[in-house]
């Protein structure tokens, strides 16, 4: 059994992204800081509707998924299949853009708190011009499992504890996501299995952990070194940390804004294909 340690630190760096929304990104803030199979991550919270009301007004995307955690507030999406999903405390939007996707992203609350992260998962280029799809998974879908001085709940991926196998609300896929949300009681130490073939991170959100022996920085992304295990401890208040792990996909990658290829030649064809109307067609 190896126990991975914390291997680099990526604090979330303020920005703010849509039609003026603030968050916090750390994967993704610049194209040489990503966790292959993820390309970006960004939290947003506050308590201030200044900071979110103007929402992500109608906007495209192509290539990849985009996996939207809500912990604390109201949004809505819509996009041009005619899908309507609301989000709300503890659900989950899954959104495969595969070859296009038109959507919005819009706050149904004009004041109180929204918190909440958007990951980004890329797509292997096989599957990059796939049907896009769908799930608007509900808070009650998402597995809670019991731990020592902890709770974990299962958003995506399998995890082996104690001889028994439990599976998340979503599960497979070639790069097999692993999303956990793990809040830990005071002091609380918690082992985990993370198998090899996943590189992964965490990220604390609320209080203060430990791994092994180094003190996670608050809303940074804690990028995990090689090995099969984690051991977590929460501190004096407990914490609330994410899990979040794939297999690397190991392919190149091309961005522009919200279209994230293999090539250029690819995202001139996204581009073209977006003015055209054809993204979606
Ligand atoms: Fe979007």
Redesign the pocket.
């Known amino acids: 059994m190896t126990e991975r340690t914390l291997k680099q630190v990526i604090p979330g760096a303020e920005t703010s992204d849509?039609a003026g929304v603030r968050i916090k990104r750390s994967l993704g803030q610049h194209p040489s800081v990503r966790l292959d199979p993820f390309l970006m991550l960004d939290e947003f919270g506050s308590t201030q509707a200044a900071d979110y009301i103007a929402g992500?007004p109608s906007?495209p995307?192509r290539g990849f998924e985009?996996v939207t955690y809500m912990i604390e507030g109201h949004m809505l999406h819509e996009d041009h299949l005619g899908n309507r999903g609301d989000l709300r405390n503890g659900g989950v939007q899954w959104?495969t853009?595969g070859r296009g996707?038109i959507?919005?992203?819009m706050p149904q609350q004009e004041h109180g708190a929204m918190r909440g992260f958007?990951l980004w998962l890329n797509l292997p280029a096989a599957e990059k011009m796939k049907d896009a799809g769908y799930r608007d998974i509900q808070p009650e879908e998402i597995p809670e499992i019991a731990l020592d001085g902890a709770r974990l709940k299962l958003i995506a991926g399998r995890i082996e504890l104690d001889g028994c196998e439990h599976t998340g609300a979503i599960a497979g896929g070639t790069t097999a996501p692993i999303y956990a949300d793990i809040h830990l009681e005071p002091a609380a130490k918690v082992s985990l299995p993370l198998a090899d073939s996943h590189d992964g991170l965490l990220y604390l959100y609320d209080g203060e952990a430990s791994l092994g022996d180094a003190r996670l920085e608050r809303s940074a992304a804690s990028v995990l070194s090689d090995g099969d295990h984690i051991t977590v401890t929460g501190g004096p208040d407990g914490a609330r940390v994410l899990l979040i792990a794939g297999k690397p996909i190991g392919e190149p990658i091309a961005q522009y804004g919200?279209f994230v290829m293999n090539t250029r030649e690819e995202i001139e064809q996204a581009l073209q294909d977006y003015r055209d109307g054809r993204l979606i067609a």
């Open positions: 849509g992500f906007h995307h985009t959104m853009a996707i959507h919005s992203e958007q919200p």
